[in-house]
């Protein structure tokens, strides 16, 4: 594992990020250039962002570090998962998640 960036690295990542940033910003209205989208590209552009939520969800459920894993946490959000999609409430299923969590994390 490498160590973290610190010092005047640090603030180098941070200034390229911003640039990077901006210039994807910056990429859709000068390509675009005022034009009006087709109506398929919006219903596309909408459901990115249902795809994105999914896939930082999985990646913090799963990831450990820099490799794949499955443990509590991974139990916990399997649970409140299904109870949502059971219909329960939100807080109920944050509630079974932590707990579960914590008790197998307690045991390992």
């Known amino acids: 594992m490498s160590p973290?960036?610190?010092?005047?690295?640090?603030?180098?990542?941070i200034l390229?990020?911003?640039?990077?940033?901006?210039?994807?910003?910056?990429?859709?209205?000068?390509?675009?250039?005022?034009?009006?989208?087709?109506?398929?590209?919006?219903?596309?552009?909408?459901?990115?962002?249902a795809a994105l939520l999914a896939?930082?969800?999985?990646?913090?459920t799963f990831a450990d570090g820099q490799r794949w894993s499955v443990g509590?946490?991974?139990v916990g959000v399997a649970l409140a998962g299904v109870l949502l999609w059971r219909g329960r409430s939100l807080v109920l299923a944050v509630a079974v998640a932590v707990t579960v969590t914590a008790l197998l994390r307690?045991?390992?």
Do not use: C, E, N, Y
């Open 4 to 13: 973290p960036v610190q010092g005047a690295a640090l603030w180098w990542l």
């Open 55 to 60: 896939a930082l969800v999985v990646t913090s």
């Open 72 to 74: 509590a946490h991974t």
């Open 16 to 49: 390229g990020l911003v640039v990077v940033t901006a210039v994807i910003k910056a990429a859709g209205p000068v390509a675009l250039g005022g034009r009006d989208l087709p109506a398929w590209f919006g219903r596309v552009i909408a459901l990115m962002a």
């Open 106 to 108: 307690a045991l390992t």
